[in-house]
């Protein structure tokens, strides 16, 4: 008697899988139509602060995007209302007084005004509102060779403030320069796991020798603590994860992460209480 041969099913679906390779063309629907792209961190610094304006561009273009210009652009935090004024060395950056300083527990509002983003003859209007969190002192950094990881650990030693939802993001400074002013480079945390006790040591930001940003014995590092909103942190979150490299078939499709700017404006505006030590390296 002849016997019944057995198929694998895993075999056939490797079979489908690899047998088909007819092309696919996927329409964009490019250009269509632009959106206002806002950006601004105000903090508690005494500074002169920035708001940036631009055009969203097609996905497949490979150009800077272009400065927006000519807007009206004012921040109101309760207290005083400033109209910012465009650099004129910049396009589309605008600019507070060089005094300016944010003020934790103000609830901060940005308007924007005088701008045509569609090209359609009439003038369009955005605003946004946050507010300053207050973030807690630091007691002390360190910084630790991690040879697994190939750099430098910075360490922090803080206690994080009791019954209240708290979120942190971290930046570095090397000898006076800034290693992470990109988005792609934040780190941030929320307080689930330790709130109202004390922060002993946890790693919360990073120097990649491989990216060349090795320390030195006597460098000076800055370790910067920002107290940031629950939806700065989601925002933050989300553009690292559309930027990162994506597994096929196991992504989802590339969107704008969520702002909180209003009229379909992409980007955000943040405000956020600083604070910052320094330690000097002292080599392994």
Not at 66 to 72: D, H, N, P, R
Not at 111 to 118: E, F, L, R
Request: proline share 5%; with cysteine; hydrophobic share 35%.
């Amino acid at each position: 008697m002849m016997k019944a041969k057995r198929f694998d099913p895993y075999f056939v679906l490797l079979l489908l899988l690899f047998s088909c390779t007819e092309r696919v063309d996927f329409q964009l629907n490019e250009p269509g139509k632009p959106h206002l792209v806002v950006y601004s961190e105000i903090t508690s610094d005494i500074r002169q602060h920035e708001v940036r304006l631009s055009k969203s561009a097609p996905y497949f273009y490979n150009q800077p995007t272009k400065g927006v210009s000519g807007a009206v652009v004012t921040i109101d935090d309760g207290v005083q209302t400033i109209t910012l004024k465009e650099d004129p060395g910049r396009p589309g950056v605008y600019l507070t007084p060089f005094d300016y300083y944010g003020v934790v527990g103000r609830k901060y509002r940005l308007d924007i005004s005088n701008v045509d983003i569609n090209n359609d003859g009439n003038m369009e209007t955005y605003w946004a509102e946050t507010t300053m969190k207050s973030s807690p002192p630091i007691k002390a950094i360190s910084v630790v060779r991690n040879n697994q990881w190939k750099g430098w650990d910075v360490l922090i030693y803080s206690e994080d403030p009791a019954n209240t939802e708290d979120y942190y993001l971290f930046k570095i400074y090397k000898n006076h320069v800034l290693y992470t002013d990109t988005i792609s480079e934040y780190w941030t945390t929320d307080d689930r796991f330790f709130n109202g006790q004390k922060i002993n040591g946890p790693l919360v930001q990073h120097f990649d020798e491989e990216k060349g940003e090795a320390v030195h014995k006597g460098d000076t590092v800055v370790l910067e603590m920002d107290a940031i909103t629950k939806a700065y942190f989601d925002y933050i979150n989300e553009v690292q994860t559309e930027i990162r490299e994506k597994v096929p078939l196991f992504s989802g499709p590339s969107a704008n992460a969520k702002g909180n700017i209003s009229n379909g404006a992409l980007g955000f505006f943040a405000v956020m209480d600083v604070k910052r030590a320094s330690v000097v390296y002292g080599g392994e």
